[in-house]
């Protein structure tokens, strides 16, 4: 059984492009949250998918968009990329079940914006 | 979601328990406890969770006061390997988990 996947591992773009990540969910799992996490900080919640809608979102500027897609899988997108978005981008899922709690993450990716 | 305080490192010997606190005294009655750990470069990694009963599973256990407002993570017989970057999270029926500072630990031989 594969966990969370994502691709690519590593990505280096100039200031100013445009990025997309890619997340496939551990298998029986139906919703998907994208967190940022700098260096030396704890991961930050950008938003979560869930049904192909964006269900939740945290502090974070409308560059950063999502999409999920009917196989449960999920992109990250981020506009106009600045310095400070390098960052690993990490994807999380998780089963809508009420009984099931665990969020299930993936290796990241780590984005390098020169 | 209530905000959690954990010390920010703490070291322990190889083959010994690792007990690592956290307060989360602003805690709220549905709000379940959460312990995950990341080892350098990786994704986080789901531990252990409770709401307020200790709870025990093959990875750790988890001690909650009586009151809530305060738990334990202890791994029995620490390696290695277990040295990471351990989150306490407060969280309610909302699907994010806002990560603190966690407790960095440091399993020495």
């Known amino acids: 059984d594969a966990g969370v996947t994502q691709s690519p591992t590593h990505l280096i773009k100039t200031r100013g492009q445009q990025v997309t990540l890619r997340c496939s969910p551990k298998?029986?799992?139906?919703?998907v949250s994208w967190y940022q996490q700098a260096l030396g900080q704890g991961p930050q919640f950008i938003f979560q998918?869930?049904?192909?809608?964006?269900?939740q979102r945290g502090n974070f500027p409308d560059r950063f968009s999502g999409h999920q897609f009917p196989n449960y899988s999920s992109e990250l997108n981020v506009n106009a990329l600045l310095l400070g978005d390098s960052a690993l981008y990490l994807c999380?899922?998780?089963?809508?079940?009420?009984?099931?709690?665990?969020?299930?993450f993936g290796p990241g990716t780590r984005l390098t914006v020169t | 979601d209530a905000k959690t305080t954990q010390p920010p490192s703490m070291d322990c010997a190889e083959g010994r328990a690792a007990n690592l606190p956290c307060n989360h005294s602003?805690?709220?009655?549905?709000?379940?406890v959460y312990w995950y750990r990341q080892i350098h470069s990786q994704g986080p990694q789901y531990i252990i969770h409770?709401?307020?009963n200790n709870e025990t599973n093959e990875m750790a256990s988890l001690i909650i006061t009586e009151d809530r407002k305060s738990s334990t993570l202890i791994l029995p017989h620490a390696t290695l390997r277990d040295t990471a970057v351990y989150y306490c999270?407060?969280?309610?029926?909302?699907?994010?988990?806002?990560f603190g500072q966690g407790t960095t630990l440091q399993v020495k031989p």
């Open positions: 999380a899922s998780a089963s809508s079940d009420r009984g099931r709690h665990e969020q299930y």
């Open positions: 999270i407060v969280k309610g029926n909302t699907g994010k988990l806002i």
């Open positions: 998918y869930y049904e192909e809608e964006e269900r």
């Open positions: 298998s029986g799992h139906d919703t």
């Open positions: 409770g709401l307020k």
């Open positions: 602003t805690i709220s009655g549905n709000e379940y």
